[in-house]
């Protein structure tokens, strides 16, 4: 599997922010430690699938001996995040869920409800 070096910085004041030097662009934060790499997968997984999907070219991963006196770096701490595709694929699931709230859910989903269970639970999570 690659991975791509990635910038982890942590103000006193704030959330993690993660930002990939080999991707302009590609940047993505989080509460906590483990949330902040969790979501700096998928925001790799998903710079990378638009690159593909755009036909532009897909950097490979700088070494860290290039990053080593990097500018932009700072006092950043370098963290390794794996490319992995699969991430963002959509699964299908089988779940219980109550025919009233059903009702509710087709009438303000206007008949998609992957997309508004989706959106409702990242809703939910960014809170």
Do not use: W
Not at 29 to 49: I, K, S, Y
Not at 85 to 90: Q, V
């Amino acid at each position: 599997m690659v991975a791509y070096i990635a910038y982890l910085r942590k103000d006193a004041d704030s959330d993690y922010g993660v930002e990939f030097p080999d991707l302009p662009g590609c940047v993505s934060a989080g509460r906590t430690l483990d949330e902040a790499r969790a979501m700096a997968a998928e925001a790799l997984a998903g710079h990378v699938a638009a690159l593909e999907a755009e036909g532009d070219p897909v950097p490979p991963p700088s070494t860290m001996e290039a990053l080593r006196d990097d500018a932009e770096r700072g006092e950043a701490v370098l963290i390794l995040v794996d490319l992995d595709p699969g991430l963002l694929k959509s699964e299908r699931v089988n779940v219980m869920i109550p025919r009233h709230l059903l009702g509710r859910i087709d009438a303000a989903s206007g008949g998609n409800r992957s997309r508004f269970l989706v959106e409702a639970a990242e809703k939910k999570l960014a809170q």
